[in-house]
């Protein structure tokens, strides 16, 4: 155990399935974030939020769609996914001040296939 | 865009060799992270370093934050097959402001024989 709890931990879904990643996190961090994992590239930021708003979107697909209801919960929600966005994806909260980060916590991740 | 690099991608040990892994940065940073990922696991926050020429220890594991603030190391003494993994380091993205983002280098695997 972490601190930060992904579910699913295994998802599998079709290419017109809606579905949707949880994050939670306790250690009281101010700021949580998506990353996506594939063989293809090193980590790969997709989602910032700070103090439950959104402060970086790197140019991802609108086939991702995040959420963040409060500061310990982040959702990633799925529609319409392709292929090759079968990968791992991990959730990760930190403290954050000044733009300076004092270390991920990162979850347990959520190994996605699309098919 | 900004650009953090690992050398080498593998590295294939013999248990008690040494080991080192490389990481530039194509900016100045504040502060680098290191992160150990497990095979199947998840990557975990080693060690920050701030200073410029700092070097800080953890046991048989020794970092490095270069005098210009954009290369470190991570060099492992005498490798045991608990090391196995891939190490990855981390530095800010460029124009992060408050978000915390992080840079990631596409890591450096460990494999080490018994």
């Known amino acids: 155990e972490t601190g930060v709890t992904q579910t699913p931990r295994h998802l599998v879904m079709g290419m017109t399935n809606k579905k949707s990643l949880k994050c939670e996190q306790h250690?009281?961090?101010?700021?949580m974030y998506w990353y996506k994992q594939s063989a293809k590239k090193p980590l790969e930021l997709m989602f910032v939020?700070?103090?439950?708003?959104?402060?970086e979107n790197n140019s991802v697909p609108s086939r991702f769609s995040p959420e963040c209801p409060n500061s310990s919960h982040l959702f990633l929600h799925l529609h319409t996914l392709q292929p090759e966005d079968s990968a791992l994806y991990l959730c990760?909260?930190?403290?954050?001040?000044?733009?300076?980060?004092?270390?991920?916590?990162f979850g347990s991740g959520t190994r996605l296939t699309v098919v | 865009g900004q650009q953090v690099m690992q050398i080498p991608q593998y590295q294939h040990v013999q248990e008690g060799e040494d080991f080192t892994t490389y990481c530039n940065s194509s900016?100045?940073?504040?502060?680098i992270q290191w992160y150990k990922q497990r095979p199947g696991g998840h990557p975990v926050f080693l060690i920050q370093?701030?200073?410029?020429?700092e070097v800080k220890k953890q046991k048989r594991l020794t970092f490095q934050f270069g005098e210009a603030k954009k290369n470190s190391s991570l060099h492992i003494t005498a490798t045991q097959t608990t090391d196995v993994g891939t190490y990855f380091c981390?530095?800010?993205?460029?124009?992060?402001?408050?978000?915390?983002?992080?840079?990631f280098g596409q890591g450096t695997t460990l494999q080490v024989k018994p």
């Open positions: 990760a909260s930190s403290q954050s001040f000044g733009g300076q980060n004092y270390g991920y916590t």
């Open positions: 250690l009281g961090h101010n700021a």
């Open positions: 981390a530095g800010p993205g460029s124009g992060s402001g408050n978000t915390g983002k992080l840079i």
């Open positions: 939020y700070n103090f439950k708003e959104q402060t």
């Open positions: 900016t100045t940073l504040s502060n």
């Open positions: 370093l701030v200073k410029s020429g």
